[in-house]
């Protein structure tokens, strides 16, 4: 079992920037590669971005390739979404799941843990 906790949501202008951070805890967070997904009011949750086990390969969502960038440590337990000039589409609460393998996927039916999620509001 994994637990995910997401946080560094809020409230920022169009333009901005914000990092959001994911933390678990329980099995070995090495062995899971690890995504990032949302969800916009009235609307289905979608893929944002991806990244396998050792941080080496990475895969993003058309609508947020080159403003946001994945990461994380391992020996943090950590998987990180720096989110760089946001637009009020970016709007929605933001999930980091787990995937018990080592590559990534943008399939949300194949992660097997999610966190709550995390409010990000971009509004001037």
């Known amino acids: 079992q994994v637990q995910l906790v997401e946080s560094g949501g809020g409230l920022v202008q169009p333009g901005g920037s914000l990092r959001l951070s994911c933390e678990a805890s329980?099995?070995?967070?090495?062995?899971?590669?690890m995504g990032w997904f949302r969800q916009a009011p009235g609307k289905e949750r979608e893929f944002v971005a991806a990244?396998?086990?050792?941080?080496?390969?990475?895969y993003y969502a058309d609508s947020v390739r080159g403003r946001f960038t994945i990461s994380r440590d391992n020996a943090k337990n950590t998987v990180y979404l720096r989110m760089n000039s946001l637009k009020p589409e970016d709007t929605a609460v933001y999930y980091c799941?787990?995937?018990?393998?080592?590559?990534?996927?943008?399939?949300?039916?194949?992660?097997?843990?999610w966190g709550q999620g995390t409010q990000v509001t971009v509004s001037s």
């Open positions: 329980g099995r070995t967070f090495s062995r899971y590669a």
């Open positions: 799941a787990a995937l018990e393998r080592s590559w990534w996927s943008s399939t949300e039916g194949e992660y097997d843990y």
């Open positions: 990244i396998n086990w050792s941080g080496g390969g990475t």
